[in-house]
Antibody, heavy 124, light 109 residues
Framework: QEQLVESGGGVVQPGKSLRLACVASGFTLKDYGVHWVRQAPGKGLEWVAYIWYDGNNKYYADSVKGRLTISRDNSNDTVFLEMNGLRAEDTATYYC?????????????????WGKGTTVTVSS | ELVLTQSPGTLSLSPGERATLSCRASQSVSSGYLTWYQQKPGQAPRLLIYGASIRATGIPDRFSGGGSGTDFTLTISRLEPEDFAVYYCQQHGSSPPYTFGQGTKLEIK
């Protein structure tokens, strides 16, 4: 069974840093693009960042650009989200998700495997 | 930047009824790039529909998606108790940002 597991969340003061990790079981993560999606308490989903399978391209939401950095270590089949200059509004559950694809009339993209999430709380 | 607006914010229905959820885009979205997710309390989102109308593996056929351009819908033909959840649409095309709608909460009446 394909699964993703996030780790690294915790309580951190404003301005501090945190690094989240995402590892897979049941499949090889290095073959896929990976997204981070977050959800503030009681709020909806917010797409955060995306990295290609080979790490050659990375994309960010405007709200995190310059502060959060997505990366991957394909030799250890792990994807990271480095979080610097954390703010109260970064408080959320962070999910990593595998980008799946399918061919048809178009080439379809979707997030077909999600982790259970790791919680980040930014508070003094 | 693309904005996805979902309506209604909350939908109150009874098991057995039909649910229709709307996702409206601020600019045209290719049908190939519109996805729907279901999220239950305390759980991660679950892929339901991709390509606007293609059910993901294991999704019951009471779930159907449709629409094109700026207006998309998710329909649940006969609600089962396990369908009461929050539903999100997302633009997942070839380039970011991969915007989510704000969600529709489907609650038991």
């Amino acid at each position: 069974q394909e699964q993703l597991v996030e780790s690294g969340g915790g309580v951190v003061q404003p301005g501090k840093s945190l690094r989240l990790a995402c590892v897979a079981s049941g499949f090889t993560l290095k073959d896929y693009g990976v997204h981070w999606v977050r959800q503030a308490p009681g709020k909806g989903l917010e797409w955060v960042a995306y990295i290609w399978y080979d790490g050659n391209n990375k994309y960010y939401a405007d709200s995190v650009k310059g502060r959060l950095t997505i990366s991957r270590d394909n030799s250890n089949d792990t994807v990271f989200l480095e979080m610097n200059g954390l703010r109260a509004e970064d408080t959320a559950t962070y999910y990593c998700a595998k980008e799946g694809g399918a061919r048809g009339r178009y080439y379809y993209y979707f997030l077909d495997v999600w982790g259970k999430g790791t919680t980040v709380t930014v508070s003094s | 930047e693309l904005v996805l607006t979902q309506s209604p914010g909350t939908l109150s229905l009874s098991p057995g009824e039909r649910a229709t959820l709307s996702c409206r885009a601020s600019q045209s979205v290719s049908s190939g790039y519109l996805t729907w997710y279901q999220q239950k309390p305390g759980q991660a989102p679950r892929l339901l529909i991709y390509g606007a109308s293609i059910r993901a593996t294991g999704i019951p056929d009471r779930f159907s998606g449709g629409g094109s351009g700026t207006d998309f819908t998710l329909t649940i033909s006969r609600l089962e108790p396990e369908d009461f959840a929050v539903y999100y649409c997302q633009q997942h095309g070839s380039s970011p940002p991969y915007t989510f709608g704000q969600g529709t909460k489907l609650e038991i009446k």
